[in-house]
């Protein structure tokens, strides 16, 4: 962990580039001095292709990204590494925004380490040695 899942209305593909930010997403968690280990950081975006915004009476879009992450970190950590990837999604899809009716939105989901299953080799390559 953590993972980072946004979800994101069909009508802004062609209009902004979802991996340049997913690789943003990941320079951020790894920026914050080994807090998220490297090998289990997934950042990943899903097109909704079937959704209705508001009044459906305009080409609204939205972007809703969910941030996952183990229970037990500090509040400080967690709120400057939401400020952190809020500040880059807002930069991001700056143009959107000012380009038509666009919401974009953000949350921090904590789970207890006991509910999850993991198989992982990842973690190995960036073992110090």
Do not use: W
């Not at 280990?37 to 305009?58: F, H, K, Q, S, T």
């Not at 879009?61 to 400057?80: N, S, W, Y």
């Not at 299953?117 to 390559?125: P, S």
């Amino acid at each position: 962990m953590p993972h980072f899942i946004a979800e994101y209305t069909d009508n802004i593909k062609g209009r902004t580039d979802m991996r340049a930010m997913l690789r943003k997403v990941n320079q951020i968690l790894i920026a914050q001095n080994g807090v998220f280990p490297i090998g289990g950081i997934r950042a990943r975006a899903i097109e909704l292709n079937d959704y209705v915004m508001a009044d459906d009476e305009e080409d609204y879009a939205f972007v809703h990204a969910t941030l996952k992450i183990g229970a037990g970190r500090d509040e400080q950590v967690k709120r400057q590494t939401c400020d952190a990837l809020f500040e880059m999604m807002k930069e991001h899809f700056a143009p959107l925004f000012a380009s038509g009716y666009f919401a974009l939105s953000m949350e921090l989901y904590e789970f207890e380490e006991g509910g999850t299953y993991k198989h992982n080799n990842v973690h190995a390559r960036f073992k110090k040695a």
